[in-house]
């Protein structure tokens, strides 16, 4: 089976460091995972895994803003990060000669950041994060059926109930101490990962992450997580109006976490059931019924418990009534009879293309290693992840689809509060804009001095 080569060494104040050589282009790409997310808050303190996204690129101690960017970008480099549940991850990539100046520059905003934290920078930086959770759920059309997801499926003290982008008040009461107090205690050497990918000399690579991280003081990783999840204790209906043309259906299942057993079968359910135009729910309701604009489902796996999810956007005129029972009609049918041989065939074939398609990618190859680091303590867990889905069956999909549906869930409905919407809020109706909002939020350009 295909493998991503790497070796990897531990320095002594715990940084983790992968090596990925690949000499068929003069580019390196630099991958770091901070083993903090939004699971990390506290209920009062939600989104500062996501603030930390923005403040990280306001400058350091000898890299003031807007140097970050411009040392690199001015030699054809790049940069940026992104924030999920479970997880927070900078990167650059660029020709093989910045390797030096990337590892350079994420050390010294390791070392320095909160040196540099002022209240007229945070508050600043909490004014743009605001402003993205209006534009990216409250005034986005059926965004805001992101935000009742979670904190519906969720009770109120499990670390999943809150959004990745976090509360306006818990962002408007965030004060200097607060997020240096965060950082401090999860910005540290022992509770994060590296990679370098690329064309680099491995002798070379070794000796310039020493000298930049290895310096770094050793203090002990903060406690890992846990947390369990409560099945609803009967099947929640919840209805938002919401800025849209059309109304919507959405339903989510409680499913199995990353990696336990059950999560691969989910996913190759998942695409078997809407996963484009040849699926179950696509050809059912859009192709046969002509009650749907569109159909889709997933399974949005996260470390502390998953969520399986299937939505529906009604044709014009079409009630969400007709449309629920339609759609369970075809799950009912699925959990009861499985997948056949031919459709789990198809399913495992779409899955293994998009993964090896996506690895011709550096900066992917990068964060996958950081993936299997962080989720399996091997970097090299390739092997054990596609081998899931070489196991699944006929039979291990319809007994994990039929014992996820079998127990209570949400239905929530989205309809028209009488305004005019955008659109459909899915470009290609496969609601996979819809599972990215919920796990992860990305940053984008520096404009006018913000990201």
């Known amino acids: 089976m295909l493998q991503i080569p790497f070796e990897k060494f531990v320095l002594d104040n715990g940084l983790r460091v992968i090596l990925h050589r690949d000499q068929t282009s003069p580019l390196v790409a630099v991958d770091l995972w901070y083993h903090v997310g939004s699971k990390d808050e506290q209920p009062g303190r939600t989104g500062f895994a996501h603030l930390f996204e923005h403040l990280m690129f306001m400058g350091s101690a000898h890299a003031p803003y807007p140097a970050f960017d411009a040392t690199m970008e001015k030699w054809g480099g790049h940069n940026n990060g992104t924030t999920s549940n479970d997880r927070t991850n900078y990167y650059e990539i660029g020709p093989a000669n910045l390797l030096e100046t ?26 743009v994060v605001q402003n993205e959770r209006r534009q990216s759920y ?42 240096r107090a965060f950082f401090d205690r ?18 070379e690579a070794r000796r310039l992450v020493n000298q930049y991280f290895g310096w770094l003081p050793a203090r002990p990783a903060p406690p890992a997580v846990t947390a369990t999840v409560r099945p609803l204790a ?45 699926s179950r729910l696509y050809k059912a309701l859009v192709f046969e019924q002509r009650i749907a604009q569109d159909a889709w489902a997933y399974q949005s796996s996260l470390m502390l418990g998953s969520l399986f999810g299937v939505g529906v956007t009604a044709k ?28 789990l065939e198809r399913a495992r074939n779409s899955h293994s293309a998009d993964f090896y398609k996506s690895l011709d990618n550096l900066q992917t190859r990068a964060d996958l290693l950081n993936h299997y680091e962080r989720l399996l303590g091997d970097p090299g867990g390739m092997a054990e ?16 689809f039929a014992s996820m549906i079998a127990a209570h869930h949400l239905v929530l409905t989205i309809v028209p509060d009488g305004t005019t919407g955008e659109g459909d809020g899915d470009s290609d109706g496969d609601g996979a804009d819809l599972e990215d909002d919920i796990t992860e939020v990305d940053v984008g350009p520096v404009t006018g001095g913000v990201r």
């Open 138 to 179: 409250e005034n986005r059309p059926y965004g805001r059926a992101e935000l009742i997801v979670p904190e519906t499926m969720y009770e109120p003290s499990h670390p999943y109930h809150w959004p990745v982008i976090g509360s306006h008040a818990d962002l408007e009461a965030a004060t200097v101490a607060d997020v």
């Open 316 to 343: 014009p005129g079409q009630g969400l009534d007709d449309i629920e029972k339609a759609t369970m009609a075809v799950i009912d049918r699925f959990a009861a009879e499985g997948p056949t041989d031919s459709e």
């Open 102 to 127: 990337f590892l350079w520059l994420e050390a010294d905003r390791l070392a320095t950041l909160p040196d540099v934290i002022t209240e007229e920078e945070l508050q600043r930086q909490l004014k």
């Open 186 to 203: 999860f910005y540290r050497p022992s509770n994060a990962s590296l990679v370098v990918a690329g064309d680099f000399e491995p002798a």
């Open 234 to 278: 009967a099947t929640e209906r919840r209805e938002v109006a919401d800025r849209v043309q059309l109304p919507r259906l959405r339903m989510e299942w409680h499913s199995p976490a990353l990696f336990a057993p059950g999560d691969a079968d989910l996913d190759l359910a998942a695409q078997i059931l809407g996963g484009g135009k040849s």
């Open 385 to 400: 992840d596609m081998a899931r889905f070489t196991r699944a069956t006929t039979t291990s999909v319809r007994e994990a």
